[in-house]
């Protein structure tokens, strides 16, 4: 496009890297915090501070709890709304199923009802809850603030209405694959910026061996896992199988499931359910003959009540990277083995791996970490980006008097530091509002976005330096906000639950202890920024450093960068 | 490193807004037209050799790599004209292909 290679490749990896930049920096934030999602939870709902727990007995805990269940009131709305008509006043339940792993302490039930829809025979709600496995008593209603809103947050930006969310952040993590691709083109001296990093020089030098170096170090995870989250989500960004090939793809299925020999419909006889925990002795007993022993990660019952029903039961992937259900599938009602799935053939082998190390089911706490150090690599590769387009620009835009840099300053300020206060701002908010709050949770996410608004407006407010060439104060008041809010957390904590970090280390309680020191940490590291920014607005001669014309950079060949 | 630099040696005037509209919009719709005639063409013929899961599997795989070379590629090439008429196009034969393919399948 512009005459060499290498220089559209620097067009495409700055100005798609600067646009999506912002989205990849959640995606990658959100990510990182989503690696350890169920510990998060323990941090946000004390009630669920214990160990994790197996799978319970279903005949003896979990059959009578999940005759309770009732739909969820807004999937009823929406339900109603989708077909314009009133919905019985009780809906036949459908399905029934439980999820834990080996990091859950408390586990959660959900059931599916049918909604007579003519348009679509599959169409249900749900109903679910969230007990105690060790006493089968079921908790309140909470948000699971790492597994219901930080988790989404990176698959979806929380944008649900038709699915947009997810299209933006497939876009994005695209983008992160051609930006690294057209990357390395723009640097060839891919050795040498393993090792170059000079804090010391001038912000736009040092900003850019920062982001080389984090691109460098960590190429193959930043490849891999937008590669694999892409992989996840095929079938939503090309829903071929679903459209031209509909009646190719349903008939595939059915005869998938019929060469299983399972029931693809309801008998419309009701039966009883034979007994579960059997089911699952045989399940457990199948898995150790084959060389894998394990516990149950997943267990699904279809056509509840129904002479066709049957359990399915499926392995939890603690022991390994490859994400295998191994399921073993029995009849409801005579309790019989159905069908033992084979090992998976050769595509979907690779894709199950491709997918396990993705979502990093297995029991390994260092890999767990490093997948933490990845992401968080990932948030200071694109965050430097993002500061190394303003620092490259300002002298010429406050020449010029144009306020591009400025604007996008402004924006580099919410995506990096205003995140984290909002982020802060929900612990936060978790520990100071009432318990008996009606719809806690949805307080919980306002006072999220929220922050994050006030963060934009004052990182637009605070930008008019940038005009001038200058940083914006906005960096370091909200690195002051993150330091002040981080200790909060960690304060309310201690006054809400009692469980300060002195208990917590001495008990051994990782999920709120490890929790309780990475928000220090953060506070730490803010208030550290802080300082140094405040010392370089003051310092002359620190200003004079970050205020050195570009042209100093263009001997050098990255200088073709952005 | 000879023939980039040549390349670079060779250096033309930047594009006008409209060209790079054209190129931008080529280069998302292109490319997207290209991975779903990939996919297309990937299961509707894969599937004559592989279980259709298995072929279905396997191109959505390879699709984004593929998607990531047809980016970069439209931003390399010279023409505009090039992009849509080689990635569009590309993607509506492979998608007729596989539809076709797919119909003597059934």
Redesign the interface.
């Known amino acids: 496009?512009?005459?060499?290679?290498?220089?559209?490749?620097t067009?495409?990896h700055t100005w798609f890297g600067l646009v999506l930049g912002f989205v990849l920096m959640v995606v990658f934030f959100f990510g990182s915090l989503s690696v350890f999602d169920r510990e998060i939870d323990r941090w946000a709902t004390p009630s669920s501070r214990f160990e994790p727990q197996p799978m319970p007995s279903y005949d003896a805990m979990l059959a009578p709890l999940f005759a309770q269940l009732t739909p969820e009131a807004d999937e009823l709305a929406a339900a109603q709304a989708r077909l314009g008509r009133p919905l019985e006043a009780s809906l036949p339940v459908k399905n029934y199923g439980a999820y834990t792993t080996h990091r859950d302490p408390v586990l959660e039930l959900y059931a599916e009802f049918a909604v007579d829809n003519p348009e679509d025979p599959d169409d249900h709600v749900h109903g679910h809850v969230t007990i105690d496995p060790r006493s089968g008593e079921v908790l309140p209603h909470e948000l699971k603030l790492g597994s219901e809103f930080f988790y989404p947050m990176h698959l979806g930006l929380h944008l649900d209405w038709h699915f947009i969310g997810y299209y933006l952040v497939g876009f994005a993590a695209?983008v992160m694959?051609?930006a690294l691709?057209?990357g390395v083109v723009v640097h060839?001296k891919l050795w040498r910026e393993l090792f170059t990093f000079r804090p010391g020089k001038n912000l736009q030098r040092s900003s850019l061996d920062l982001h080389n170096l984090t691109g460098v170090l960590a190429l193959p995870f930043h490849f891999m896992f937008p590669?694999t989250g892409?992989?996840i989500f095929?079938?939503l960004h090309?829903p071929?199988?679903d459209t031209?090939?509909e009646?190719?793809?349903r008939a595939?299925e059915q005869g998938?499931v019929r060469a299983k020999g399972l029931p693809v419909a309801p008998a419309g006889i009701p039966a009883e359910l034979a007994s579960v925990d059997a089911m699952v002795a045989v399940a457990k007993q199948r898995w150790r003959a084959r060389g894998m022993p394990g516990q149950v990660g997943y267990l699904t019952v279809t056509h509840v009540g129904d002479a066709n029903s049957y359990v399915s039961i499926f392995r939890a992937g603690s022991d390994r990277v490859t994400l295998v259900g191994q399921g073993v599938h029995f009849s409801g009602v005579s309790g019989e083995l159905l069908h033992e799935e084979p090992p998976a053939?050769?595509?979907?082998s690779?894709?199950d791996f491709?997918v396990g190390l993705h979502l990093q089911h297995f029991e390994h706490w260092l890999l767990r970490w490093l997948y933490v150090l990845g992401g968080l690599s990932g948030c200071v590769c694109i965050g430097t980006g993002l500061v190394f387009f303003v620092n490259k620009r300002k002298h010429q835009h406050a020449r010029r008097g144009v306020s591009g840099a400025r604007w996008v300053d402004a924006l580099a300020v919410t995506a990096i530091t205003g995140m984290l206060v909002a982020t802060l701002a929900i612990l936060v908010a978790n520990r100071l509002l009432p318990a008996e709050l009606e719809q806690r949770g949805e307080w919980e996410k306002r006072s999220f976005w929220l922050t994050w608004a006030l963060s934009l407006s004052h990182a637009c407010w605070r930008s008019a330096p940038v005009r001038r060439a200058e940083l914006s104060p906005a960096w370091r008041e909200q690195c002051w906000a993150i330091a002040g809010l981080g200790s909060a957390a960690v304060l309310l904590n201690w006054l809400t639950t009692g469980d300060h970090l002195l208990d917590t280390l001495a008990a051994g309680y990782w999920p709120v202890a490890g929790f309780d020191l990475v928000l220090l940490a953060t506070a730490g590291i803010a208030a550290a920024t802080a300082r140094k920014l405040g010392k370089r607005a003051r310092d002359p001669s620190a200003r004079l450093a970050s205020h050195a014309p570009a042209a100093l950079d263009d001997a050098e060949p990255e200088a073709a960068h952005g | 490193m000879s023939v980039l630099a040549t390349l670079e040696r060779a250096k033309r005037p930047s594009p006008t807004r409209v060209q790079l509209v054209a190129r931008v919009a080529g280069a998302l719709l292109g490319s997207y037209a290209f991975g779903w005639g990939f996919i297309a063409l990937g299961v509707a013929g894969g599937s004559r050799l592989m279980p259709f899961g298995e072929a279905q599997t396997l191109a959505e795989l390879l699709v984004f790599l593929v998607l990531v070379a047809c980016l970069c590629w439209a931003f390399a090439v010279r023409s505009v004209a090039l992009v849509w008429g080689v990635l569009a196009g590309a993607g509506a034969l492979m998608t007729l292909a596989g539809w076709l393919l797919s119909g003597k399948a059934v």
Do not use: D, N, Q
């Not at chain 1, 496009?1 to 490749?9: A, C, D, E, I």
């Not at chain 1, 053939?345 to 979907?348: L, R």
């Open positions: 496009m512009l005459g060499s290679f290498r220089l559209s490749m067009w495409l695209l694959l051609v691709v057209s060839r590669l892409l992989i095929a079938g090309f071929v199988t031209m090939y009646p190719l793809a595939y998938e053939p050769a595509a979907a690779v894709k491709l």
